[in-house]
């Protein structure tokens, strides 16, 4: 090895779903909405003209700020946005998680947890959820130099109950705690109720799953505003200028309109509603979700085989080839329609299987 190469920082990076493009495919694999964002984001781009690129954003992108405030009843400075909630939270890794003692997070969750701690060399203790993917809030007692949880959680779906994660806020009000709510937006209570009694809490959400703007990057944090300086403070260390004209403008749109985010969310925990009853119908148990997404196993087929057969059928979900979740699917929830065509293809599968014929 040449001596510059060894001063190379090494990483393991996170790998994302992947992101096949092809014609009639159904994309049920990186928990995407199927619904276009709130037609004022249409409107956005339509009239966006190349001329408004000539200039800087604003680096503190106060009129997203500001709006985001407001629709959740918060002043600008508990606010902090960033291009996609992985922004977000590499940034509150490196602000916050400097204590030099291990970061408590669940042994199954988001898997770019583990990858921004070895990136920033943060020590860490992953605490293993109970036999029915539950997190022991005990487990996260002990000393710590910082939380992360993820609620609903990720790849398992679920929901854990207000009360836990503010007992588990309450037992460590020496730490910051990190409440991502990638998902929470499909059926639980977000934790940004408890910031005005927690001062080490940051709650962390997206634009990507219920806004449907993945391709638009928007992320934001919320907590009390030393906590937001602090992330401010960083960001500004590191580039100014995350936030683009674009995504400033359409990202306003879409929070404003409350009425079709109610309604887009509704469609989806529907559709989520009929998936359980069809996917049961078909052999399948999953956990209780309260997300866009259900974990799903087979009760005879392997998950392995069942991801491979639906990708060779230009049906995409997520398998993840990994202890104690090698035999479940995450599946997306995706239009009624999509949903149709996958639980018809199901059904000739597993008709199929169970009579030993190849498909
Ligand atoms: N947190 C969780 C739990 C996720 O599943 C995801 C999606 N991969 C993210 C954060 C990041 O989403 P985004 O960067 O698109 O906001």
């Known amino acids: 090895m040449k001596q510059w190469e060894k001063n190379i920082r ?8 992947e992101q096949p493009n092809k014609k009639d495919m159904i994309k049920l694999n990186t928990n995407e909405n199927p619904y276009p964002p709130a037609p004022g984001v249409e409107r956005v781009l339509r009239e966006f003209n190349a001329d408004m ?4 954003p604003d680096p503190t992108v106060s009129l997203l700020v500001e709006e985001l405030a407001g629709s959740y009843g918060l002043n600008h400075d508990q606010v902090f946005v960033g291009v996609g909630s992985d922004d977000v939270l590499a940034m509150a890794f490196l602000t916050f998680f400097n204590a030099g003692k291990r970061l408590l997070f ?5 898997s770019f947890y583990p990858v921004w701690c070895d990136l920033y060399r943060i020590p860490y203790e992953t605490q293993p959820l109970d036999d029915n993917f539950r997190i ?4 996260y007692y002990k000393e710590n130099g910082g939380i992360v949880i993820a609620n609903p959680n990720a790849p398992t779906s679920i929901y854990e109950e207000l009360s836990v994660v503010e007992d588990i806020i309450r037992h460590n009000q020496d730490s910051i705690v990190i409440i991502d709510e990638a998902y ?6 977000s934790a940004v109720q408890l910031i005005p009694k927690y001062e080490n809490l ?12 993945a391709g638009m990057r928007i992320g934001y944090g919320m907590g009390n505003p ?3 300086k602090a992330l401010n403070d960083v960001k500004y260390s590191f580039n100014s200028y995350t936030m683009n004209q674009t995504a400033i403008l359409a990202g306003v749109e879409a929070v404003r309109d409350a009425r079709y985010f109610g309604d887009c969310r509704n469609k ?14 078909l052999g399948f148990t999953f956990l209780q979700s309260g997300a866009n997404f259900l974990f799903a196993a087979h009760e005879s087929i392997p998950a392995k085989e069942i991801f491979e057969a639906l990708r060779n059928n230009n049906i995409y979900v997520r398998y993840f080839n990994l202890p104690r979740i090698n035999n479940f699917l995450r599946i997306t929830i995706g239009t009624d329609e999509e949903m149709d065509r996958l639980f018809a293809f199901l059904r000739q599968f597993t008709e199929k299987y169970s009579k030993n014929e190849k498909f």
Do not use: N
């Open 10 to 17: 090494k990483v393991v990076p996170y790998v994302p779903g």
């Open 53 to 56: 690129l000539r200039l800087y």
């Open 106 to 110: 669940p042994d199954i969750t988001y």
């Open 136 to 139: 022991i809030k005990e487990d």
């Open 184 to 189: 929470v937006d499909f059926g639980g209570s």
């Open 202 to 213: 940051l709650v962390v959400q997206t634009f990507s799953k219920s806004r449907s703007m």
């Open 226 to 228: 030393v906590l937001v």
């Open 268 to 281: 989806i925990i529907k559709t989520r509603e009929r998936a359980e009853d069809a996917l049961r119908e």
